[in-house]
């Protein structure tokens, strides 16, 4: 818990970029909506809902960061317990959709396990990481934390759902490389990874997900199916330009082009109607996001909070990096959320949690400020 002298030192800045993105995402949802909510926004309205869940995610934020954050780490090894078993739950039970079995119905509500799954599985690494610091260079360690995020990951990637399963992995390495693990370990699993990649494609990967990895190369070959989403969100990128075709304008975007436009596109709709300057807005409000969380894992003095914060920053980034890149195509499809933007309860709600845990880490630990 904090008192009110501390609270002074809440990262104000923090909320204010999640915030604005959280607006853009509004516009952006709204204007994807348009063409079936013609008459304007009401209580069955995606943004109304999108909005009531970034209201209720504040609260969660101020709660956890009223907490503190170290309370969640003598509970790492039940969130752990607990994030494994509600992906194992998903496996038998979940909702599917779209080929992939990713959510479970709970009060009416769809929640997606694997958005939970990251943040508790953070929590899980950096305080097995930091209890461990004096035998930080043994490999057994390493490969300890290795098989901690590969329980979920390989969960998650039977779902199928490959991109947060390379979400667990990239926060997997920058924890550790924060942690103090030498870099040729990392390195030599790297190599080895991609030594194996071919019998991935062959054994690991289901037909599924090869066949996103095709369409990805040749989208062309079934430019009325799998290929329809990565050649209209082309081209709606593509036409937008410089300033884009303005809000509420975009042709992809308004005459239905674009499939699950509020969620895994909502790029393409930025790139048709905002155009390369909208862009680069989003991208602005995304890097001073990060900083405000590279600055909570400097502030921190203890090993526990700056692995949180580590590990939040590249959950973060690297679902940003992912959803763009899907949406330009420099990779294949793969459900990430733009975080704070796309549509999506679990993530926002997760995401905000995850905010709180920021400021957790900024009100403990003030007197590094900058």
């Not at 989403?229 to 036409?239: A, D, T, V, W």
């Not at 436009?261 to 390369?276: A, K, R």
Request: with cysteine.
């Amino acid at each position: 818990m904090i008192d009110s002298r501390a609270a002074r030192h809440f990262d104000f800045l923090l909320l204010l970029f999640a915030a604005c993105l959280v607006a853009y995402g509004g516009l952006l949802i709204y204007s994807a909506q348009l063409s079936e909510h013609p008459g304007g926004v009401n209580l069955a309205h995606p943004l109304t809902k999108q909005l009531a869940f970034a209201g209720f995610g504040v609260c969660v934020m101020f709660a956890v960061a009223w907490l503190d954050y170290r309370v969640f780490g003598q509970m790492a090894v039940g969130l752990y317990a607990l994030a494994v078993l509600m992906l194992l739950a998903v496996l038998v039970i979940g909702d599917s959709a779209y080929g992939s079995r990713r959510w479970f119905t709970f009060a009416g509500q769809q929640i997606q396990a694997s958005e939970i799954a990251k943040l508790f599985v953070i929590i899980a690494l950096a305080r097995y990481l930091a209890d461990r610091q004096a035998r930080i260079r043994e490999i057994r360690v390493f490969l300890i934390s290795l098989a901690m995020a590969a329980v979920p990951a390989a969960l998650v990637l039977a779902e199928p759902d490959m991109g947060s399963a390379m979400v667990f992995g990239a926060v997997w390495v920058g924890m550790v490389l924060m942690a103090g693990v030498p870099v040729r370990h990392v390195l030599a699993l790297g190599g080895m990874a991609f030594s194996l990649v071919p019998f991935g494609m062959l054994v690991v990967l289901g037909e599924y997900q090869r066949e996103r990895i095709r369409l990805f190369f040749d989208p062309n070959s079934d430019p009325l199916g799998g290929g329809f989403n990565i050649l209209q969100g082309e081209i709606g990128i593509g036409s937008g330009g410089i300033l884009g075709k303005g809000l509420t304008h975009g042709s992809q975007n308004q005459l239905g082009f674009l499939q699950t436009s509020t969620t895994d596109y909502i790029f393409s709709v930025l790139g048709e109607e905002l155009g390369l300057f909208g862009a680069i807005v989003l991208l602005a409000l995304f890097t001073l996001l990060l900083f405000r969380g590279i600055r909570a894992a400097s502030i921190s003095s203890d090993q526990f909070g700056r692995l949180i914060a580590t590990g939040i920053v590249m959950m973060i980034l690297f679902q940003v990096f992912i959803n763009i890149a899907v949406n330009i195509r420099i990779v294949p499809v793969t459900g990430i959320p733009l975080p704070f933007v796309s549509q999506g309860g679990s993530s926002l709600l997760m995401l905000f949690a995850a905010l709180g845990l920021l400021e957790g880490i900024v009100l403990r630990h003030r007197k590094l400020e900058f």
